[in-house]
């Protein structure tokens, strides 16, 4: 089909688009601080009942942005005293459009004056409807406010939009970890942390679900893990040092009120399934996960060089490693349910000394896809204890419970597994010791984090935000955003003393470009919105490069199309462009030709409207440029597979 086009085109050029072209101060300071925070955490385990150790290992997930006495997630950390909650914009947390920082800001403060203060004073009209409601029906208990413990409050904020990003208004557009590798300048890697420390923690957010320490060896659109670009490259010792800068910059950024759980340990670059389809398998032993996936998490934790450097936490993920724990089948255990292959690991030099100093260990999602099989591969239960037991009894400290009911189930019978979960440990912890130990010992390592991170003072001083004008402070970024833009172009054909007798384009060139177009909602209610519009290239080079600016462009050089236009007409094939017939007014007589009145000319029909794909085959003829703004392949998105359509043929 490409003969059919002429054959004067200068380039075809692929830029892949990571939201970027629109564009410290350790958590522990030192030994003593550890000590300390260590003896004022276990002065303080002493004083908690069971029920408020039990409820420190749980993050949760709620529904909505309401968080009064009378909602479910109140009575979570009220009466169940979760210890974390997660924002998730699924799960319709972030609302507002406009103010997106003062809704988020006012959300997280009432979680934490829930933790912190308890339950707001009835007013006198409650109290007169419960006196009167208590001579008809039993009023339900609430749990008396025991130590007052802040939430950890996290989200996940990779940058690239969604569906990795929660918070997507307000905030500074933040490219993705691949874009970030592709500079190769640590630095860079720091400044991206920076912002994204300092707009988190102003909003009140205190744990990030991040950065991914994957090593992502043989990149395919199509590579089992799914991790796209997820991931900082494929080198162990670069990912290591771009993870480091990235985590010394969010703490840096956050003032250390942010604590960072790189993620997915110990590394599943190599699986060949995704996540959330299934369990996972590398094939590597031990000495090969040291050598490769396991060297990025080396470097935060125990081989750090810097206090910055360090994260506070590592998220384990659900691989099964090969040569590690043996000939793997269906029934062996993803390495972070498998208690004998976490020990392990735990007990390598450099895991084992940052264990010492208080770092934890957070599950994945227990209500994830891949889990959910793992237990009953018939889709008829899901055995939420179960699952959340042997999670703790492998070696995690804290379990995310998002999705937690067979098939993701609705969130009332989510509610009700983490509710039914909390009761059957509190009654496990008084019956087994083994159980209580494990606990102690996670519990222990939690509260020392929360108190490192907001200086031994739970106050509700210390602890509230006042919210920052994210809208400026993300102006104030734009111009890092764009010079990591440019650093982070990667010419891969053809060379660069070519591309120099080729560019600029000239004033007479044409110049097409097809955008990836996606949309999504920051919530259910919200409405939609691109996440890269299908002008918006051509738009930022009429503003770098047009009349207002140098001259090298002119708008009527352009023509911008999505990637659902360019597949229709791959697709369909070339089409022709639609004549007008002419329309005659005549007197018709049987047997003889029409006769048109005096002076009168025939009427044409009103030129057809071309179609998107007519358009398209219209402009590639004249096309001296073609460019892709493309994401990764999405079976999901019919025309994701555009680009892949266009050089096939």
Known sequence: MLNYWNSHWRMILILVISSILFAGLPVRESEAQDEDSFAEARAMLEQMTVEERVGQLLMVSFQG?????ESDIADLIINYKVGGAILLAENDNITALDDTAGQVVALINALQSLALLGPPEPSLEEIEGNLQLATRVALPTVAPLGISIPLFIGTYHEGDGPPFTQIRNGTSQLPNQIAIGATWMPEQSKA????????????GINLLFGPSLDVLENPKPDNGAGLGGRTFGGDPYWVGVMGQSYIEGVHEGSDGRLAVIAKHFPGYGNSDRPLNEEIGTVSKTLDQLIDAELKPFFAVTGAATEPGYVADGLMSTYVRYQGFQGNVGAATAPVSFDPQAMDTLMKLPEIDDWRREGGIIVSDSLGAPAIQRFYDDTGQEFPHRLVAKDALLAGNDMMLLTDFALGGGSYDEQLSNIKDTVVWFREKYVTDQTFQQRIDDAVLRILQSKLDMYGGDFDTRNVFVSGPDLEEASDQYRAEMFDLAQNAITLISPSPADLV?????????????????????QCSECPTQPWLAVDALEQRMIALYGPEASGQVQQSQFDSFSFADLRDY?????????????????????GESPVLPDGETPTPTPTPTPSPALLVQTALADADWIIFATLDPDPSYESSDALGRFLDQ
Do not use: K, Y
Not at 65 to 69: M, Q, R
Not at 192 to 203: K, T, V
Not at 501 to 521: A, K, N, W, Y
């Open 65 to 69: 942005d309401n968080a009064g006495a």
């Open 192 to 203: 991206m942390g920076l912002i994204a420390g300092s707009e988190l923690s102003s909003l």
């Open 501 to 521: 007798e080729q560019l600029p384009p000239g004033l007479d060139d044409q110049i097409v470009i097809f955008t990836d177009l996606r949309t999504e909602q």
């Open 570 to 590: 791959l697709i369909g094939g070339p089409q022709l462009l639609p004549q007008p017939e002419p329309v005659f007014t005549a007197t018709i007589t049987p």
